[in-house]
Antibody
Framework: EVQLLESGGALVQPGGSLRLSCAAS????????MSWVRQAPGKGLEWISH????????YYADSVRGRLTISRDNSRNILYLQMSSLRAEDTAVYYC??????????????WGQGTLVTVSS | QSALTQPASVSGSPGQSITISCTGT?????????VSWYQQHPGKAPKLMIF???NRPSGVSSRLSGSKSGNTASLTISGLQTEDEANYYCSSFTSTNTWVFGGGTKLTVL
């Protein structure tokens, strides 16, 4: 059974930094691209980044490029999202999501339960 | 990376059929058959319902179907049931190797 367990969400001040983690199990982690998708309170889903199975290529939404960095450790089956220069508009539930194959062109087919990031002073 | 356009809400009675549209551009929906649909109940994680325009994952009801014409994709749910009441999001792969979601559609089963 595919399992994705996010952690690291917290209350952080504007301008601060945070690192989210997603522990994956139940599948061959390195064979699947992974994404982070966020959802602001009461709003819709927003794709923010994905990384290919081997970790060699990553892509970002314009809204986060330069401030958020996706990475993965295939030896430990963990996906990361390093967040810096955080703004109030980054407040959201952050979901870790698995793609159906190695590249990001495959559909997201499994989701974690999400971790809440709140940016406020 | 503008969001795909979905109606904010649709409604139907049990047993009826509804269709949710998802309009993009020639840089996303119009260029790729990588369109997916997700169902999300309040407070829950999204669930994949349709991928690659019209394919259903194992376990998803055959009452759901997807299609695409030009820059617009559609999700049809037939034989509406109360458990179908949820938010639905479309998404598409894009020419910049990114993904974009629609704004979401709230389905109410009257």
């Amino acid at each position: 059974e595919v399992q994705l367990l996010e952690s690291g969400g917290a209350l952080v001040q504007p301008g601060g930094s945070l690192r989210l983690s997603c522990a994956a199990s139940g599948f061959t982690f390195s064979s699947h691209a992974m994404s982070w998708v966020r959802q602001a309170p009461g709003k819709g889903l927003e794709w923010i980044s994905h990384i290919v199975g081997g970790g060699g290529s990553a892509y970002y939404a314009d809204s986060v490029r330069g401030r958020l960095t996706i990475s993965r450790d295939n030896s430990r089956n963990i996906l990361y999202l390093q967040m810096s220069s955080l703004r109030a508009e980054d407040t959201a539930v952050y979901y870790c999501a698995r793609h159906g194959g190695y590249s990001g062109s495959y559909q997201v087919d499994h989701w974690g339960q999400g971790t809440l990031v709140t940016v406020s002073s | 990376q503008s969001a795909l356009t979905q109606p904010a809400s649709v409604s139907g009675s049990p047993g009826q059929s509804i269709t949710i549209s998802c309009t993009g551009t020639s840089s996303d929906v119009g260029s790729y058959n990588f369109v997916s649909w997700y169902q999300q109940h309040p407070g829950k994680a999204p669930k994949l319902m349709i991928f690659d325009v019209s394919n259903r994952p194992s376990g998803v009801s055959s009452r759901l179907s997807g299609s695409k014409s030009g820059n617009t994709a559609s999700l049809t749910i037939s034989g509406l049931q109360t458990e179908d009441e949820a938010n639905y999001y479309c998404s598409s792969f894009t020419s910049t190797n990114t993904w974009v979601f629609g704004g979401g559609t709230k389905l109410t089963v009257l």
